[in-house]
């Protein structure tokens, strides 16, 4: 059992020596984070820097452009932007008028219309709405309607699209 009692006989007699003997007083020396690390001179690298771009005006929106930004080690911050750069956005307030009272609603129900009524809408220029050429081609057959009153009508020769026949019949009014 030699074997069993040189493991387990040795780690109880040393844990019992420990638990007997007088603590000693801790004598460690401890740094302030910036002075323990070897990172350099800490002061220079947390000054705050200010940093000044300047950019030139586009078609767009003319003029120098200029962007100036406070950076530090652990944080950046925007003191000025011109107007028309890439972050910068112009908000234009919308001016209401009404003070938020709504429009009234137009009512559009069917009213019945008298004789009188129907007639006067007639006489606009509703009339002939549907036929071809509208009311354009309603005025030109009564020009032409008027026009035969006064003048003699001028005949044509009716015949085949692409018939010569009406040249034809011309160059003989010609020659006579």
Same mark, same amino acid.
């Given at each position: 059992m030699g074997l069993f009692d040189r493991l387990f006989g040795a780690k109880a007699a040393s844990s019992a020596a420990?638990?007997?003997?007088?603590?000693? &007083? %801790?004598?460690?020396?401890?740094?302030?984070p910036e002075a323990s690390s070897s990172l350099g001179d800490v002061a220079f690298m947390k000054r705050s820097n200010t940093i000044r771009h300047t950019f030139p005006g586009t078609l767009d929106s003319p003029g120098n452009k200029e962007m100036v930004a406070e950076v530090a080690s652990m944080e950046a911050k925007l003191e000025t932007m011109s107007e028309g750069l890439g972050g910068t956005q112009s908000v234009e307030k919308a001016v209401n008028l009404t003070g938020g009272i709504p429009k009234p609603v137009k009512k559009t129900f069917a009213q019945p219309?008298?004789? /009188?009524?129907?007639?006067?809408?007639?006489?606009? =220029?509703? @009339?002939? @709405?549907?036929? &071809?050429?509208?009311?354009?081609?309603?005025?030109? =057959?009564?020009?032409? #309607? /008027?026009?035969? #009153? =006064? #003048?003699? /009508?001028?005949? #044509?020769?009716?015949?085949?699209?692409? %018939?010569?026949? &009406?040249?034809?019949?011309?160059?003989? %009014?010609?020659? =006579?």
């Open positions: 420990e638990a007997n003997a007088p603590k000693k &007083p %801790d004598n460690a020396f401890y740094l302030e219309l008298s004789k /009188a009524e129907l007639d006067q809408r007639m006489k606009g =220029s509703a @009339v002939g @709405v549907n036929v &071809p050429g509208g009311p354009a081609a309603i005025k030109a =057959s009564q020009d032409e #309607q /008027a026009g035969n #009153q =006064s #003048q003699p /009508a001028i005949t #044509q020769q009716g015949g085949k699209p692409g %018939d010569i026949n &009406p040249f034809k019949a011309m160059a003989k %009014d010609l020659r =006579s």
